[in-house]
């Protein structure tokens, strides 16, 4: 929820009435948190994330193991690049 950052509104003239607010404070802090939030959903935190749960689940008795042949990811296995398309 990133309602303490943004302004939610619920109409235009809502809208234009939060945009005049906005331009006319101090959103130092606001920025700051948005970008401290921003940090946290980059692609790489992101992918670092699911690789610490396939670990994690991987790491259980009895799970399954995968085989780098079985995937995708690049730090996970084997890079697939696309298809090369024709004329």
Do not use: C, F, H
Request: no cysteine.
């Amino acid at each position: 929820n990133y309602g303490d950052i943004v302004r939610l509104v619920d109409t235009p003239e809502d809208y234009v009435a939060a945009v005049r607010q906005t331009l006319n404070e101090d959103n130092t802090d606001r920025i700051q948190r948005g970008l401290e939030e921003a940090n946290k959903k980059t692609w790489d935190v992101i992918v670092a994330q699911m690789e610490a749960l396939v670990e994690e689940a991987e790491a259980k008795p009895g799970a399954p193991r995968l085989t780098p042949s079985s995937t995708t990811g690049t730090s996970r296995g084997t890079r697939r690049d696309p298809p090369r398309q024709t004329r």
